[in-house]
């Protein structure tokens, strides 16, 4: 913005903002206007005061210049102090209409008495207030300059008189002018603070919003891979088991007793699995030893048991990079059991690098296109767990060729943000 413009512009006032953004309370103007009350109150008793005190005129001149400066309290009231409360601008004729008639009260008492003047400094800030800064000062020549040309012409003083009372005219519009654009540059800078902090609640306000969205969705995102790799899967394998009991019962009794067995055994970590997601904690396998002791009874509860081999130096890992290793191969697992066919073997490599984990799962079955648009939400979960520890996955596939889930996942850089 230009200095012209910010002269031009009438003050604007300080809005009182609560938590929300733009939310206006009480101006702070309005809080503090008493003292401009009192500041006219004072300033037009102590003319009235000096007018009635005046050696000269006579009383019957002075009498009814005081009587015009009491004509000028109920006008301040009733037209001048409500504009005066709002913001400047928002009536301009009305402003106009106010001026013009304090102006008209003021005028003849000042003609008339020489000591009228004082109350110049209780109404140049009405200026200033309701009007641009160059109108403003225009206002203030005529309030300033116009008495002592009026009451010269009406009492013909002498020259030096009127040259003393010319000076302090002047003295009092260049005070006036100076002190009244340097007020506005500062309401008119402060406002443009005001409308900052404004936008800055504003924004900050969009970004705890938009935090809160992102993190409800994170929250959703984690909870649905939770879901997916344990209480899912396991209630998937629990509807195989059943429909492997039903046909067995009359054929096959103990290996439908042993499908039941393992029934129970996937019921029971199904809930410590549910116990664990609802406490935050971590999976329930992890917490009764090493992940390759999680990954041997994740293998074991399989149908048929997979095949575990681990390789390199064992070793405690992050939790959250131990969580995803173990997640992978759950959705690797079950996704074999869901998708390879029957009969076919299921195998897991853990190989434990100087600067790496990788976790392989293969499978003999029946294998699928990786080029073929893949339904459902494992494998892009996995991709996703893994990308969120600084890892990556990849799938080797062909028809009649098997699967191979494979996936890295870094030790030497702490994961940024770990989801259990």
Not at 132 to 155: E, K, N
Request: glycine share 8%; charged share 15%.
């Amino acid at each position: 913005m230009s200095a012209d413009l910010q002269v031009e512009e009438p003050p604007r006032r300080l809005n009182g903002f609560t938590g929300t953004a733009g939310a206006r309370e009480s101006h702070v103007w309005d809080r503090a206007f008493g003292p401009w009350d009192l500041y006219f109150g004072v300033v037009w008793a102590a003319t009235v005061a000096f007018v009635l005190g005046a050696d000269f005129p006579a009383l019957s001149y002075r009498l009814p210049a005081a009587a015009l400066l009491t004509l000028l309290i109920p006008w301040y009231a009733w037209a001048g102090r409500p504009l005066l409360l709002k913001d400047p601008g928002a009536e301009p004729a009305l402003s106009l209409r106010y001026l013009g008639g304090l102006t008209a009260l003021f005028l003849p008492a000042a003609f008339l008495v020489g000591e009228t003047r004082l109350i110049t400094f209780a109404l140049a800030p009405h200026c200033f207030m309701l009007l641009p800064l160059r109108r403003a000062i225009g206002a203030m020549a005529v309030l300033s300059l116009l008495p002592v040309a009026g009451w010269a012409l009406l009492w013909r003083p002498e020259g030096h008189i009127v040259f003393i009372n010319a000076v302090g005219s002047f003295v009092t519009l260049a005070f006036s002018s100076f002190f009244g654009a340097w007020i506005l540059r500062i309401i008119g800078q402060s406002q443009e603070r005001a409308s900052l902090i404004a936008e800055l609640d504003a924004s900050r306000e969009e970004v705890a919003r938009l935090s809160a969205a992102q993190g409800a969705h994170a929250e959703r995102e984690r909870m649905s891979r939770e879901i997916h790799d344990t209480l899912a899967q396991g209630f998937t394998s629990l509807l195989m088991l059943v429909q492997a009991v039903q046909s067995e019962l009359d054929t096959d009794p103990a290996q439908a007793h042993r499908h039941l067995d393992l029934m129970a055994a996937t019921a029971r970590q199904n809930l410590a699995e549910a116990r664990a997601l609802v406490a935050g904690g971590a999976p329930a396998d992890l917490d009764a030893g090493s992940l390759p002791d999680a990954v041997r009874r994740l293998a074991a509860r399989q149908d048929p048991p997979a095949d575990v081999s681990v390789t390199g130096a064992v070793r405690p890992l992050a939790a959250a990079l131990e969580v995803v290793a173990l997640r992978a191969c759950q959705e690797s697992l079950s996704n074999a059991a869901k998708h390879a066919g029957a009969g076919a073997r299921c195998s897991v490599s853990l190989a434990y690098g100087d600067d790496g984990l990788t976790v392989a799962v293969r499978d003999t079955g029946r294998g699928f296109d990786p080029a073929a648009p893949v339904p459902g939400y494992g494998l892009r979960g996995l991709r996703a767990r893994a990308a969120e520890v600084g890892g990556g996955a990849a799938v080797e596939a062909a028809p009649g060729s098997g699967t191979t889930v494979t996936v890295t996942l870094p030790t030497t850089t702490p994961p940024i943000s770990p989801t259990l």
